[in-house]
């Protein structure tokens, strides 16, 4: 531990350096093509949307002594089409077959009872129209507007819109890329992964929000100074909540990853999966984005401010400048060149926009013994 505080602590104090922005092609070209990849699995696959948004009946049967074959068998010949049957951790099987009716529902589960040896009253049935799921579509597509238009409108008057902007882009890159796991995985769509959707929204947002707090606390002012740009105070803000960020990560993914091995994998909840796999993709990326993306592309914006391209071409031509002076303190030029680039890692915006002030000459004082002489 004493070396990841060791390594925090240098981040933070501008020792040791990542350059997180102006490496950001990089960045950009490995989020475009997990992107493209998500994409282009979501337009050629699909998703594998549950009974919730397709409609159809769901039989599950605990303590099953059938095989997964002979369940499909019996399901796929009552209904005379395709059907889903899976097993759980418990024993329990499964069978999802497309819309039947109460009395087609009542034959099926007595079928299914005396292939898989469980009472018929033990099956739980489920019949769900299509109409159930596109209400909960809309109604979560509705809440995904309201808060994206609440989190700019805040995030422009706490921060400004340049910020607002990376904030967005930054989260329809966590939710796509959340999206197309599930569908390159084929994982189940249920009303608990779309719950797990809208949850991550407020995560990826927070470790945005946290990078861009200290963001706009190392670039006050830096208008007023000559020394470091603002894409270098970004980068710095970015180091120094690194560690917070890694942490908080892992913090929160730990019980999440509890949830897929335990609950999912040995106890057999499906919701569980279901809910789990979109919170850990979704906090991954979250804690990824808001370093490699939000405030990478925050930058971008605002070096096309006229202030911020006249700041980058002071900055510059000082630092031009203290390579070709020549040195008179017995220190090189090019050594004073490389202090003021060190200094801009380890040294504060606002301490940079101080001027420096010349000593004050003050006269001795004479001894009390001697004033009585004068």
Known sequence: MSGVRSIGHRLYAGESSIDFVGRRKTWYIASAVILVVCIGSLLFRGLNLGIEFRGGAE?????????????????????GAQAI??????????????????????????QLAEACGVPKDEIKAQIVGPTWGSEISKKALQGLIVFILLVMLFLSIYFEWRMAVAALVALVHDLVITVGIYSLTGLEVTPATVIGLLTILGYSLYDTVVVFDKVKENTRGI???????????????????????????????????????????????????????????????????SIFIATPFLVQLKERQPEMKSLAARVAARRKQARSAPAGDGTSATGSADAIERGVASSPVTSLTRTDSTTRQQPKKQARSKRGKS
Do not use: W
């Not at 970015?238 to 892992?250: G, K, M």
């Open 223 to 289: 208008a007023g100074q000559s020394v470091m740009t603002y894409g270098e105070a970004a980068n710095l803000a970015v180091n120094q909540t690194l560690i917070r960020s890694i942490n908080t990560s892992i913090v929160a993914l730990l019980p999440v990853l509890a949830i897929i091995v335990v609950g999912a994998g040995f106890l057999g909840a499906g919701t569980l999966l279901d809910l789990a796999v979109a919170l850990a993709v979704g906090m991954a990326a979250g804690a990824y984005s």
């Open 85 to 110: 049957v899976t097993q759980t951790g418990n024993g329990t099987v499964r069978v999802q077959t497309e819309a039947v009716t109460p009395a087609e529902s009542s034959v099926l589960a007595g």
């Open 59 to 79: 039989f599950a049967m605990p303590n099953a002594t059938c095989t997964v074959e002979e369940a499909r068998s019996v399901a796929e010949t009552a209904t």
